[in-house]
């Protein structure tokens, strides 16, 4: 079962609105969250994080939103950009399991121009 | 140029014979980690290092060894490659902060196809 959970596979936005992409997580011990980024034949790029004692992290375009109780968070980007069209990834870890990171199965983003 | 490199960038091998890819970074960073990338699962975890001479179980370890000898390398062995082993794998690294909450640096990946 998986712990990290992006249930919309794909999405696709018009160029200058708001892009929003979601994250549930099931195991209550997480506390530390981050988004990537991937483009096709690239690795990974990290985006942005947030620990679990925060509710909303901002960096320029880019903005996380955690939801403890309804373990669940968000990636809002404004405006969107067709350079913003990759695959993100949701990401999350706990200090009880030491470093092993536990991402979701990924958000296709398709920005239109 | 910092960066995380992995070696081979794709390969095709056949079922039993031994293989290993290469990971190394220029960034001095003690945490080190191997990712395998496949359809609706995302990245799963294979195995993990804190430092030299210090590696743990990701999620998904069975039919994987790592070794951590060198700061800077962290090679991934499959001693007897099996066809579900076929995947897109990735080397990340990251220094160990407060926490250990620093963000990974990843490599370009390397696809294994196992025949």
């Known amino acids: 079962d998986q712990q990290v959970k992006q249930n919309s596979p794909s999405l696709s936005v018009q160029e200058g609105r708001i892009s929003i992409l979601n994250c549930d997580y099931t195991?209550?011990?997480?506390?530390?969250f981050l988004w990537y980024k991937k483009y096709p034949a690239e690795g990974p790029t990290f985006l942005i994080s947030?620990?679990?004692?925060?509710d909303k992290n901002e960096d320029g375009r880019f903005t996380v939103f955690l939801n403890k109780s309804a373990k669940h968070l968000s990636l809002h980007i404004v405006p969107s950009q067709p350079g913003d069209s990759a695959v993100y990834f949701c990401?999350?870890?706990?200090?009880?399991?030491?470093?092993?990171?536990?991402f979701g199965p990924g958000t296709r983003l398709s920005v239109l121009p | 140029e910092a960066q995380v490199t992995q070696n081979p960038r794709y390969l095709i091998t056949v079922t039993g014979k031994k293989l290993t890819v290469t990971c190394s970074q220029n960034?001095?960073?003690?945490?080190m980690s191997w990712y395998r990338q496949d359809p609706g699962l995302g990245l799963r975890q294979i195995y993990y290092?804190?430092?030299?001479?210090?590696?743990d179980k990701g999620d998904v370890p069975e039919g994987y060894k790592v070794s951590r000898k060198e700061k800077r390398n962290f090679p991934l062995i499959l001693e007897s490659p099996s066809p579900n082993q076929t995947s897109l794998y990735f080397c990340?690294?990251?220094?160990?902060?407060?926490?250990?909450?620093?963000?990974?640096?990843f490599g370009d990946g390397t696809r294994l196809s196992i025949l």
């Open positions: 990340a690294s990251s220094l160990v902060g407060v926490g250990g909450n620093q963000p990974q640096h």
């Open positions: 195991n209550s011990m997480f506390d530390y």
């Open positions: 947030i620990s679990s004692i925060k």
């Open positions: 990401a999350a870890r706990s200090d009880n399991y030491g470093q092993n990171f536990v």
């Open positions: 960034m001095n960073h003690e945490y």
């Open positions: 290092s804190m430092n030299v001479e210090v590696t």
